[in-house]
């Protein structure tokens, strides 16, 4: 069959089928590319960085790679190379300021290790490798010559005989630049750079000079961090290392779930670490107490609603749109107000001598307040999707069941209520979802047992400053959420979201 | 159930009796709070409770202090302020955007609706702190990824900024304008558009002559929600905003946190009062958009 012209029908529909599909992805796309640059890619960044270490191989590289050879289940410390390698990178480090952070990153692993690394980063100048540079310096003037230095560190030749040393120089000269704005070729190299040279020499390497290195007494590094901390000839500080050197690591995943990478794998947090699995169940728990609280209140309410007349049903929808309407700062300032010791609702009962002046209740700042404050705030979520399905649910049904001889519990429990379960299923789910992950009325309501766990993510953004523990418990979070969302589309379907009634 | 049949037994009236008594309790739980609110407002002292004046209506027990104090605050003004520049520019980017990719939603063949669906909801199901944790991260140091690459950082930053806090409203605003629009755009007739192309209009006249005054209601109420969802917005922009961005909800919720003072009492009257405003004007915009459908209001 052909078309008007000429072309098979066939072809000719199919062209402009692709043509209406490729305008309708071009109405899309805008919106689709704004999605993705402004929300989707900062939620796989944190997912990434729930994972992401690379901060001890940026801070201690030469460490790292040096630590490759090492035992970690050897019960002694790392040899002389690991020390000498960990001197170049402390050194460095406290010039770029990294080791503070480095300390504090891996303090979350091992409770001291912060403090070890600030005294390091004071200490590693005043180290006694000086008595290289002296000597280098003694044996002939060149050695002390920058632009000598740089020289040298062109010459390929050199640079292929003295390893340690061209590597050590360079990010000297890199750090020279970028942190004290200097010309390495003005600069006389500092003391590690001399031990590095010292180091190749020792292993037989020619130098430029040569130096009679026999007159020179070696410095032990490894004693030289112990005199610093006896922490540095611990093995368990150096299993942490080592343990957390990769770049991508299980560490923050792990600590969510209050486990901890030990001497002999995964194993439990002592027991006054364990913090997050109980934070878990409580956000599951209270999350649950509010979804079954709405439930409660909701069920009525939209039965109520369904089966008015529709004049009466659209004022009283009023009362259930304005609290949904108001904003949620306003609603949880009402409860906060209310709620207070010396608030409305103890007010109250004290006048109508419910309870005594001095026996006032505390619902404010503990569980109680959270659940009343986001009972209230949800309520509404759970009554519009009730509403939307008993609406559907024909009257008829009830009294057909009546007429045939039922009670009226009967007639509800059997035919009514197994009607409505869909509205409850969508309500609970979308109540939970919205629950689980609330952060500002627990934060203001909560006190310190009514909270959830976004309130953990955002302490760790703000206060703890440990993100990758903060990305790890919120991807642990969003995962829950997305697996809800997906019962939410297969039982309900996401195009069926009711907004406002 | 539009009332007590003269045949009900006793057990049937009291439980008739007992689920309204019930019914209106909930409903009393559900908007006392928010009315308690307003009296307390302008109460002449600087407590959270009704003092024996105000219970006695004593004109001495009220006063407008906490509304002066508001409207003269330079905290509070530029709170407000910032909330009115950021809520607009958000809702325009939102609705705009959101209005032509609903149109292109609500065409019959679309390839893979159902995934674009649901990443375009998805700023509604994510929880607010987990974006907000997303952005935070992102916004700070911005970054094209390449695949087998690496990635390429942008020398500049989003956090602190105007512009970030606008981009994050606007993708958290978009849902709301997609559910709206599409569900306007279920009610249009089609051939609309192929009778006015038919008479010779061009796409972009047919667009704004024909099927935008249809859908407006749809659109406009979508805008509502997008600005609200601004407009009432802490989390994200306590993390992505700076000292400079500080909203209204923001100085609520560290004047909540920190020392809880009456003047948010009176702000939280005049947001009532917002609200109620646009309560009606989303209770009209739905009523206008049935009747033109050719649905009768319900």
Redesign the interface.
């Known amino acids: 069959m052909l078309a008007a012209d000429g072309r098979p029908l066939k072809a000719s529909l199919n062209r402009a089928l692709r043509r209406q599909k490729i305008r309708a992805l071009f109405l899309i796309a805008p919106l689709l590319i704004f999605i993705l640059v402004s929300f989707v890619m900062p939620i796989f960044d944190m997912l990434l960085r729930s994972v992401e270490n690379q901060i001890v191989g940026n801070t201690l590289p030469r460490t790292v790679v040096a630590l490759q050879d090492w035992d970690e289940n050897a019960d002694t410390a790392p040899d002389e190379v690991v020390f000498a390698a960990l001197y170049t990178d402390i050194a460095l480090a406290a010039e770029y300021k990294t080791h503070t952070r480095l300390g504090s990153r891996l303090n979350y692993e091992m409770t001291g290790i912060s403090s070890l690394f600030r005294k390091t980063g004071r200490a590693v100048g005043r180290f006694e490798t000086d008595v290289y540079t002296e000597a280098f310096q003694a044996a002939d003037p060149a050695y002390a010559d920058p632009a000598q230095w740089a020289g040298w560190m062109q010459d390929d030749n050199i640079r292929a005989a003295l390893p340690q040393t061209t590597n050590t120089y360079d990010a000297w000269a890199q750090m020279i630049v970028e942190e004290e704005n200097d010309i390495p070729a003005e600069e006389e190299p500092w003391d590690f750079v001399y031990t590095a040279l010292y180091a190749d020499a020792a292993g037989g390497a020619a130098l430029p000079i040569s130096v009679d290195l026999s007159a020179i007494e070696p410095v032990s590094l490894q004693a030289s961090f112990a005199e610093i901390d006896e922490d540095w000839i611990d093995p368990d500080v150096w299993q942490t290392i080592k343990a957390f050197s990769p770049s991508y690591t299980d560490g923050y995943f792990l600590n969510a779930v209050d486990l901890l990478r030990g001497a002999d794998g995964v194993e439990q947090r002592p027991e006054n670490e364990r913090l997050y699995i109980g934070q878990f169940i409580n956000t599951f728990v209270m999350s649950l107490s509010i979804m079954g609280m709405c439930v409660l209140l909701g069920y009525p309410i939209a039965w109520l609603l369904a089966n008015l007349p529709a004049r009466s049903a659209n004022l009283l929808m009023i009362l259930v749109l304005l609290p949904f309407w108001t904003s949620l700062l306003v609603r949880t300032s009402a409860w906060k107000v209310l709620l207070q010791q010396q608030g409305v609702i103890n007010d109250l009962l004290v006048w109508m001598r419910i309870i005594a002046d001095d026996g006032r209740l505390t619902m404010i700042n503990n569980q109680t307040g959270t659940i009343i404050a986001m009972t209230h705030i949800l309520l509404p979520f759970m009554i519009l999707p009730l509403y939307s399905v008993m609406k559907t649910i024909p009257p008829s049904y009830l009294r057909a069941a009546k007429s045939l001889g039922a009670t009226d519990w009967t007639a509800f429990w059997r035919v009514y209520f197994p009607q409505s379960v869909p509205g409850i299923g969508a309500g609970c789910i979308l109540v939970f979802i919205l629950s689980i992950g609330y952060y500002i009325t627990p934060e203001l309501v909560g006190g310190t047992k009514g909270v959830f766990i976004s309130n953990r993510i955002a302490f760790h953004i703000s206060s703890s400053l440990n993100w990758g523990l903060a990305a790890a418990l919120g991807t642990i979070l969003l995962t829950v959420v997305m697996v809800l969302y997906w019962m939410y589309d297969k039982i309900v379907g996401i195009d069926n979201v009711k907004l406002g009634g | ?2 009332g007590l049949p003269p045949y009900a037994t006793k057990a ?1 009236t009291l ?1 008739y009796y007992g ?2 008594t ?2 209106g309790l ?2 009393f ?3 006392a ?2 009315i ?2 307003i009296p ?1 407002s302008f109460n002449a002292q600087d ?4 003092t024996p004046e105000m219970l006695s209506l004593n004109p001495d027990g009220f006063s407008t202090k906490h509304y002066e104090d508001f409207f003269s605050n330079s905290d509070w003004q530029l709170a407000v302020r910032n909330s009115l520049k950021i809520a607009p520019v958000a809702t325009l ?1 939102s609705v705009s ?2 209005t ?2 609903a ?3 609500s ?5 893979f609706r159902r995934a ?8 509604m ?7 907000a ?7 700070s140091n911005p970054y094209i ?1 390449i695949p087998f690459y690496g990635k390429i950082e942008l020398p500049f930053t989003l956090t602190g900024t105007y512009l970030g806090v606008v ?2 409203h ?2 958290l605003g ?1 849902p ?1 304008v997609i ?2 629009v ?1 569900a306007t755009l279920v009610g249009f007739d089609n051939s609309l558009t192929r009778a006015a192309a038919n008479m010779g209009a061009g796409p972009v006249t047919t667009f704004f002559r024909v099927q935008m005054p249809l859908i407006l209601p749809g659109v406009v109420s979508g805008g509502l ?1 997008a600005f ?1 969802t601004s ?2 917005e ?2 994200v922009v306590l ?1 992505v905003g700076s000292a400079g961005q500080k909203t209204l ?1 923001w100085q ?2 560290t004047g ?2 920190e020392q ?1 003072s009456p003047t ?2 009176a702000v ?1 009257t005049i ?2 009062g917002i ?2 405003l ?2 009606f004007t ?1 209770e009209i915009l739905r009523r206008r958009s049935e009747r033109l459908r050719g649905m009768s209001p ?1």
């Open positions: 159930m539009s049937q439980r689920l309204r019930l019914c909930i409903f739980f559900l908007i709070p928010i308690v609110i307390l407590f959270f409770t009704f980017i955007l959101g032509l990719a149109i292109g939603l065409q019959s063949h679309v390839p674009i669906m649901a990443i375009l909801i998805s700023p199901i994510v929880p607010l702190i987990i974006s944790t997303g952005m935070y991260f992102f916004y990824p981009l994050a606007a993708a978009i709301f559910i709206t599409t929600f609200i407009f009432d802490v989390v993390f909800p609520m919720f909540l946190r809880i948010i009492l939280a947001l009532i609200s109620i646009l309560l989303l319900s």
